[in-house]
Antibody, heavy 120, light 110 residues
């Protein structure tokens, strides 16, 4: 059974870089049918798509975050990662990693999510 | 302001049917598949519908999806109190080359 697990600091200082990793188990990140991505949800608010990556490295990013976001993949570890730079309190959210079918490009499998708080 | 527009809330009595709409444009719903998600309080979103009208294994046939033009609809029949949740639509936007979600609809089963 496919499982995705987010890991990384739960507290980040303003202006610093948020870094999260998603470890995939029960399936290969190198599958040709899927993209791997990040979605976030500020407390009490809706879902925001951040970006996604194919195992060969091609990426798509939310235009509103593109200047601050980098998503990378490590196929040897079956992991992919998110970096969000110059964070502010507005970046406080639950961050989910997810798998997306290449036919839809939006998630079908989700990680449990991890709360990241931006505060000094 | 979400790219996809959903009603903020809907409500219906147990056993009744409810529909949730998701309105977009030709660059997103009009030319791409729509997915629907259920998020129970304090939990991770769960896929209910993919490719506009398909249900993953384990999702009861009380849940259905349809798409027409630049709008999509989630239908839920035989409402149960356990269906109380936030529901989101999502799709790809070919102009933005990005995923987009609706703002979410809170379902109350009265």
């Amino acid at each position: 059974q496919l499982q995705l697990q987010e890991s990384g600091p739960g507290l980040v200082k303003p202006s610093e870089t948020l870094s999260l990793t998603c470890t995939v188990s029960g399936g290969s990140i190198s599958s040709s049918s899927y993209y791997w991505g990040w979605i976030r949800q500020p407390p009490g608010k809706g879902l925001e798509w951040i970006g996604s990556i194919y195992y060969r490295g091609s990426t798509y990013y939310n235009p509103s975050l593109k200047s601050r976001v980098t998503i990378s993949v490590d196929t040897s570890k079956n992991q992919f990662s998110l970096k969000l730079s110059s964070v502010t309190a507005a970046d406080t959210a639950v961050y989910y990693c997810a798998r997306a079918r290449d036919t839809s490009m939006v998630p079908d499998y989700w990680g449990q999510g991890t709360l990241v708080t931006v505060s000094s | 302001q979400s790219v996809l527009t959903q009603p903020p809330s809907v409500s219906a009595a147990p056993g009744q049917k409810v529909t949730i709409s998701c309105s977009g444009s030709s660059s997103n719903i009009g030319n791409n598949y729509v997915s629907w998600y259920q998020q129970l309080p304090g939990t991770t979103p769960k896929l209910l519908i993919y490719e506009s009208n398909k249900r993953p294994s384990g999702i009861p046939d009380r849940f259905s999806g349809s798409k027409s033009g630049t709008s999509a609809t989630l239908g839920i029949t035989g409402l149960q109190t356990g269906d109380e949740a936030d529901y989101y639509c999502g799709t790809w936007d070919s102009s933005l080359t990005a995923g987009v979600f609706g703002g979410g609809t809170k379902l109350t089963v009265l």
